[in-house]
């Protein structure tokens, strides 16, 4: 990889404010690097979770902790009119509650010392198609979950020599496989769990098999009470939150916690750390251009969402040196884009 075309290109995704073309960029630097460049450049290999790591591993040292956490979480960019293919297919969107077509990103963000740094990413590829044999429409699948990706990317970090104490994740991730991995591995998680979760509340009751749903427990939102999950073997801590939505409902919140010598406090204040990954996300779409990108095959496309997760990673660090969130940040250089215009329009109805 060329670091002067990974920086050029990073560069103009947080700048522009329109579409990222490669001839808005050879536009943007007056012609003296060609729209041919950076179409090979992004056409010339395909560009991974490990090119990533390679670009972040040195600010992640000097960053690091052993009370970092890893987060999880995936994300939809949904672009309606392109072409579908094995990566621009149809996903289920929670946030929407329907099928969208777009680009289905797992990321994995690194978050100590209030700062959030991505170290893995996968893009999910349905690559295998197959005939619904009740609405008989031909539909794709991936040859991997992503629950899978999530267990690779963990056993890479771990690879990586990445220091983190927990693993936070939501609902979706809170399998009974995940969990042994990551204990297996010698680290701790906190999860979201659904509320149908069937939870024993002793030793002998998960060997009798007496289990109850876990929002039928009864025990107060302050306290913590330790039980085994049907199908995991060891002892996790609980923990019940209550909090009001933005239309005065209530709403409630069950975690696990693998490390039972957390409190309660420990354990909540550890989790809303996963919020990070979705200000990352919409940093990604709001301020890295995500989806602005024309390209159109599989390779272009994965490598401009490449490049997106290294400009979300350039802005971050810009932020931390000029002590303004990412978002006021780009704000900033909106506002000087808009000022630059003006100016120059001012000067052409002078001229008028």
């Not at 709403?251 to 309660?264: Q, R």
Request: aromatic share 10%; charged share 25%.
């Amino acid at each position: 990889m060329k670091k002067a075309d990974l920086d050029l290109y990073t560069d103009y995704l947080l700048s522009t404010f329109g579409a990222a073309t490669a001839t808005g960029l050879s536009a943007m630097v007056e012609g003296d690097v060609s729209h041919d460049r950076i179409t090979r450049f992004l056409s010339a290999q395909d560009y991974t979770s490990k090119d990533l790591w390679q670009q972040v591993k040195s600010t992640v040292r000097m960053l690091e902790r052993d009370d970092g956490v890893l987060i999880f979480d995936d994300t939809i960019q949904e672009k309606a009119w392109t072409d579908e293919s094995e990566l621009m297919c149809w996903h289920f969107d929670h946030c929407s509650g329907r099928n969208v077509r777009g680009i289905n990103l797992l990321n994995a963000l690194y978050h100590c010392n209030g700062t959030s740094i991505p170290v893995a990413f996968e893009l999910v590829k349905k690559t295998t198609q197959y005939s619904d044999l009740t609405t008989r429409q031909v539909k794709r699948k991936s040859e991997v979950t992503k629950n899978e990706m999530m267990r690779q990317m963990i056993g890479t970090c771990i690879r990586n020599t990445l220091k983190f104490h927990f693993v936070l994740m939501d609902s979706w991730f809170s399998s009974e496989e995940n969990f042994s991995f990551i204990t297996d591995k010698g680290k701790h998680f906190i999860a979201a769990l659904k509320d149908n979760r069937l939870v024993a509340l002793s030793e002998e009751d998960r060997k009798k098999k007496r289990f109850i749903r876990v929002d039928e427990l009864n025990f107060s939102e302050q306290t913590t009470v330790q039980g085994w999950l049907k199908g995991y073997a060891k002892a996790v801590l609980l923990v019940r939150q209550i909090f009001t939505n933005k239309d005065g409902s209530t709403g409630i919140l069950h975690l696990v916690c693998s490390d039972v010598t957390c409190d309660h406090d420990a354990i909540t204040t550890t989790y809303k750390k996963r919020w990070n990954v979705e200000v990352f996300h919409k940093s990604l779409k709001s301020n890295a251009n995500l989806a602005k990108s024309p390209t159109r095959t599989t390779r272009t496309q994965s490598n401009h969402v490449f490049m997106s997760v290294c400009a979300a990673f350039k802005l971050e660090c810009l932020s931390i040196k000029n002590k303004l969130n990412p978002f006021a940040l780009c704000r900033k250089l909106l506002i000087n884009a808009s000022r630059a215009a003006y100016a120059e329009l001012q000067q052409f109805s002078a001229a008028a």
